[in-house]
């Protein structure tokens, strides 16, 4: 990995930690990925105050976001299981610069005619998982900027549907929809040091893409002391197809509800922070659990068993998360409050017009299954002229990890450790009779 792709990758990450920190604790998903190269092409053509606020938003010098946003782009859309577009529109009547139009992918800019052709460019740009555009189209529209992107992967080993009943934690006394799993790989799990501890499971994908599944602690004191090692209701454990380990002959991994710390519940942001900061090696991870570690939600135990092989038992529920997000509405955050005035003309490379950011939002999906998992998102950035107002064998090691209370994910390009997206499962889905095949 080159060191302007790790550059482009953290400065990414760094603003997807921001917006996850402001997120709030309910159930939400983000894509810093979907909104960073907007912001870097808005920085680039922009002057003044607004082009400072852009580039401490975006965490790179102007002279260099250009670049760096087409490269971001690239990358998602050259990945096996991504892909990205960026779409340019402007009004009639509005002059563009000829050096800004070259300056961006062919086919990338276009005349602003109605909504539905919008609404039809998110569904393309998304395989249909997204199907309106994120910004309405007004009559004082002048440009449009917008990214789609879609993360899509099957596991390289299948969940198997459970029930999920926790016993301790917020989700204490529900009945939901489960997953589990039985796998040898015991280097899919570790437990990041940062400032809270945080359980990490990373679920591989069958080509580059993967998904991240980040725990906190829980508040000390809320273990149950009948709660079973799996974090499933005793009587109603599911069974998982095991694997024969890959690493020791006599070794196996498992995860549990465990309180182990005094520092209290981690907020989503906290976690969310340290997952994604692990990306770059700024939190110590922990990949070599000893029998006898704990973290949050998990124990590893060593025993002795019928047959020889590590095992790592994954319980954790399915989800579906969709969030709308107003990028206007913390203008802070994205470096737009100076680019939002209707004072000046911030974007001098862009037009000889004046204009002025009237409008941001992102629509965003995420989807975790049994078979796989997927996400997309369409960002969009709007703006309008000045005027206008805007048996017992073998001894064998078992980890458990159990997510069976709100806890983080993250889908993570492999090569590059670009935070496709980022959320948060606060609440636990109830269980239904419908399918949840992504790919049948």
Known sequence: MGSAIDTQAAAVN???ARWAAGAGEKDFVVSGAGVW???????AAADGPARAELEAAIG??????????????????EAEDLSAVLGAWFAEGLALHP??????PPDTIGRLTSQDALDSWAARGTDGLIDRFPLRVEP????VLATALVARTEWREQFVDAVLRPETGPWRGMTGRGLTRTTGDLSQVA?????DLVTRVVVTGTRDLDVHLLLGAEPVGTESPGVSPSGMARGAEPTAAKS????????????????????GMSSPGAVLT?????????VPIRDHLPPGTTGPGLRVSQHRAPRPGDRLDIRMPPFEIRSSHDLCATPELFGLTAAMRTDRNHFPSISPEPLALAQGGQDVLARFTREGFEAAAVTSIGAVAVSMPLSAEHLITQVEVVFDRPFGFLAVHRATGLAVVAGWVAELPTRTGGSDDLFG
């Open 140 to 143: 004082d529209t002048m440009l």
């Open 14 to 16: 760094q603003l997807t």
């Open 60 to 77: 790179l010098p102007a002279e260099r976001a250009q670049g760096a946003a087409l490269e971001v782009l690239r990358i998602m859309a």
């Open 99 to 104: 050096a800004w139009i070259d300056s961006l």
């Open 244 to 263: 024969p380990g890959t690493n020791s002959p006599d070794t196996a991994l498992g995860v549990q509800p465990t309180a182990t710390t005094a520092r």
């Open 274 to 282: 340290s997952g994604l900061a692990a990306l770059t090696g700024q």
């Open 37 to 43: 190269p907007l912001l870097a092409l808005l920085a």
């Open 191 to 195: 437990l990041l040091d940062g400032p």
